[in-house]
């Protein structure tokens, strides 16, 4: 970086911690596309420029970001970005419309150039995984100008602009058929979206893609897959995990439970090794606020001997709740979640649920709503006896239930660790 009239290379700021959230805003402000990856490597006597992590995640000129370092000895950073292609307004690294640049200009793509075999280049080339088919997510109109080419890649390329296009140019593109990309791997759930909209109405035209779930996150040496120690793959090495930046807590945790589809957080906390052991820190601030938890990873090396513990309930969540220990109750089981009718629900069912979810009794209370029955619904009654550890473990009545009238959603709040308690019974004659 020129900074006051010198280059030098750039290093960390103390205590600052860089991932691939820093190295994406860097990307950007340098027109290279997405950032594929970053690490430090270490030097000795070596004048530097600092840069502080939280400044560049916040969008600020790179320029105000600068200090001069007081250390002789220095991790120095290293970024790698796409150049050519790069995802826009996703919610990950790995997600977005699609735009890729030519003769220095960014240029939309519209889906009826675009197929399968593209959208395996495009995740490789950005370092993430495979492509597949999900609906309903919306990443934008094409804008212009818009790529004039049909891309026709084997599958087999390193980089989206190494395959062969069309002799023929398209000026125009159907509203709604603008390339949304997501992909699995490092960095999410995968997906290839084409958007259709027309006027109000909106629907959804997707390509059959074949699903390649990588798992990059896991907890171990727990009960269950959503309890235990937790590791992170980064760069191809799993590493236990500790907190760097912001506040590790429930909150925090609970983050990570949704991203692993586990339910919510029941407790977190630190197990101490005997000795020191490679880490990756994880960014608490930026998994707190819905980014993956691979985009929030640092590839500093580093050693630590505590390391992170986290155990989520698995079976049970409680969403849009103003609380940890609030909110409408859904149960998974065949790994679906169902929400749950309250005439299959008393309040010995609430208390093992609230036991299960690490909270306090449960009591009643009426008018907090949170939200209707959704497809699918639990089809059992539950007939606890109030002892249970889990909802599952209770008994179930033999008859199913195919309905379940307005406002008979089961909205749950629990007492002690995190808020008052209720057991909320909604009761909503009209939605009008």
């Not at 930046?245 to 586990?262: E, H, I, M, S």
């Not at 490679?278 to 707190?288: A, M």
């Not at 989520?312 to 089981?333: I, P, T």
């Not at 959704?374 to 179930?396: I, N, V, Y």
Request: aromatic fraction near 6%; proline fraction near 2%; include cysteine.
């Amino acid at each position: 970086m020129k900074h006051k009239g010198k280059w030098k290379p750039v290093s960390l700021s103390l205590f600052s911690m860089w991932d691939m959230m820093s190295a994406a805003v860097v990307c950007r402000q340098l027109d290279c596309g997405s950032a594929l990856s970053i690490e430090t490597i270490h030097v000795d006597n070596t004048d530097v420029w600092e840069i502080a992590t939280s400044c560049g995640q916040s969008e600020s000129a790179i320029r105000e970001c600068v200090s001069i370092s007081t250390f002789s000895t220095q991790d120095i950073l290293k970024i790698t970005c796409s150049d050519s292609i790069r995802l826009v307004k996703g919610n990950s690294l790995c997600s977005g419309r699609l735009e890729v640049k030519s003769n220095q200009r960014w240029s939309s793509v519209c889906g009826d150039d675009f197929d399968q075999q593209d959208a395996e280049v495009v995740c490789r080339e950005l370092g993430c995984g495979a492509p597949s088919v999900l609906q309903g997510a919306l990443y934008g109109e094409v804008e212009a100008p818009m790529w004039t080419k049909e891309f026709q890649c084997g599958g087999h390329e390193s980089a989206l602009l190494d395959c062969r296009t069309s002799g023929s140019d398209r000026n125009t593109c159907s509203p709604g058929e603008a390339v949304g990309l997501t992909c699995s791997g490092r960095k999410g759930a995968a997906a290839l979206i084409l958007f259709d909209f027309l006027l109000n109405v909106t629907s959804f035209s997707s390509f059959p893609l074949v699903c390649s779930e990588a798992n990059f996150v896991r907890l171990v040496g727990g009960s269950s897959r959503c309890a235990g120690e937790l590791e992170v793959k980064q760069q191809g090495v799993w590493r236990k995990a500790r907190h760097h930046v912001g506040q590790w807590n429930l909150k925090t945790a609970d983050a990570l439970c949704r991203q692993q589809d586990c339910g919510s957080a029941v407790s977190t906390g630190w197990i101490q090794s005997s000795r020191s052991v490679p880490v990756w820190r994880i960014n608490s601030t930026c998994l707190q606020s819905g980014s993956a938890v691979s985009d929030c990873v640092s590839t500093t090396t580093d050693t630590d001997s505590f390391h992170l513990e986290v155990k989520c309930s698995d079976s049970v969540r409680l969403l849009n709740g103003n609380s940890l220990c609030s909110g409408r109750l859904e149960v998974k089981s065949n790994q679906r979640w169902s929400s749950v009718c309250e005439d299959d629900f008393d309040q010995q069912d609430a208390e093992v649920v609230c036991r299960e979810l690490g909270c306090g009794a449960p009591s009643v209370l009426q008018g907090a709503l949170y939200g209707e029955v959704e497809d699918p619904m639990w089809t059992k009654e539950f007939q606890c006896g109030g002892h249970e550890s889990a909802l599952l473990d209770c008994r179930t009545s033999g008859s199913d239930r195919n309905t379940c009238s307005p406002g008979k959603a089961v909205g749950l709040t629990c007492s002690g660790r995190r808020g008052a308690a209720a057991l909320i019974l909604q009761q909503v004659t009209s939605f009008i």
